[in-house]
């Protein structure tokens, strides 16, 4: 039958396409020797960046599994770590003096990360005595979080210090700069960026559950579907 040479031009397609076809066709109502070409593919990547992830399944949803747990707060959607605005809590005062984690610090660790705040700023034109209301605020933001290249900000530092620091003085001091607060990495959903990623009726998993029952129930009362999201989506 012409349904059952056209699947098997389609497996042959595939085979010989690593998983890939293009599929080249008229339009119906088309002038005549006007093709338009689509691309498939029955591989989890995109075939132009090569950006891959692993085969979805149901663990791949739920935070308290390996494999739909968010990596950076292991499904706890919060971590504790420290807080710019206790460790500068003065943005009139110099960066030298302002940096509230500073004090008490073992003298090695305090040069160590002097040093590499103060060439940080020298890149971005400033100093360790302008005032950190001074900075720019993408200036700042680098600071805190790093640049992405040679400086990994002091945020990275001072998680270094308390890491490698033994003495119990010093932790103490470190803690009270510490709050918990929502993962930056998902944002407080505790799920890894494919499930994030995914969809349903416009809405991601942790974004549904997170409606109220009212409005959950109208949500999915008024949900519609395109012929193929509704092969995928029907059974969910």
Known sequence: STGGRTAESVHLALKHGGGTATVLYAPPGSAPDTWQEEFFSTLSACP???????????RSFSFNSAYGACP?????GRLVQFDPELVFPDSERPV??????WKG???AVLRKQQAAVGE?????????????????????ERLWSGD??????????????????????????????????????CGGARLR?????????????HEITA??????????????LADTERQVGERL
Do not use: H, M, W, Y
């Open 72 to 76: 950076r707060c292991e499904g706890l």
């Open 105 to 107: 610090a073992p003298a």
């Open 211 to 224: 409606l109220s029952v009212l409005r959950a129930r109208a949500f999915f009362q008024k949900a519609t």
């Open 96 to 101: 030298a003096d302002g940096v509230a984690t």
């Open 120 to 140: 940080f700023l020298a890149a971005a034109k400033a100093t360790r005595d302008t005032p950190l209301g001074k900075l720019t605020p993408p200036v700042r």
């Open 193 to 205: 960026a494919e499930a994030r990623a995914c969809k349903f009726a416009g809405l991601a998993i």
């Open 148 to 185: 992405g290249a040679a400086f990994g900000g002091l945020a990275q530092c001072l998680e270094q210090e308390l890491a490698t620091t033994i003495k119990e003085k010093r932790l103490e001091q470190l803690e009270r700069f510490r709050v918990e607060a929502p993962c930056p990495e």
């Open 48 to 58: 132009r960046c090569n950006a891959s992830f692993a085969e979805l399944e149901p």
